[in-house]
């Protein structure tokens, strides 16, 4: 089982950035896989970001591209979302979430690669 805790959320205004953080429970945070999703009122939940076990490879939805960083912190059980240059249509509720695949590939970019999911953290960008 891993717990997932997000914080670093909040509202700024756009041109802003914020980092987001995501703390794991448990010894084996290492053998997942991390992504982070968001869902904004009314639309189906993306993916925006991933990173492989070692954090040596990443992936990122188009639209943040550029923008926003995924890095991972084994010492500490954390992975965290570095968002710069935000817009208003990057206001949503952002989802740290936990797979098994031991690539990054398709299916990390989806829903369906992910076992363990947070909370989430609200972040709204005013314009």
């Known amino acids: 089982q891993v717990q997932l805790v997000e914080s670093g959320g909040g509202l700024v205004q756009a041109g802003g950035s914020l980092r987001l953080s995501c703390a794991a429970s448990g010894r084996t945070f290492s053998s997942y896989v991390m992504g982070w999703f968001r869902q904004a009122p009314g639309k189906e939940r993306e993916f925006v970001a991933a990173?492989?076990?070692?954090?040596?490879?990443?992936r990122y939805a188009d639209s943040v591209k550029g923008r926003f960083t995924i890095s991972r912190d084994g010492a500490k059980n954390t992975v965290y979302l570095q968002m710069n240059s935000l817009k208003p249509e990057d206001t949503a509720v952002y989802y740290c979430?936990?797979?098994?695949?031991?690539?990054?590939?398709?299916?990390?970019?989806?829903?369906?690669?992910?076992?363990?999911w947070g909370q989430g953290t609200q972040v709204t960008v005013s314009s």
């Open positions: 979430a936990a797979g098994p695949s031991n690539s990054i590939s398709f299916v990390v970019l989806t829903r369906s690669g992910y076992v363990y």
């Open positions: 990173i492989s076990r070692s954090g040596g490879s990443t």
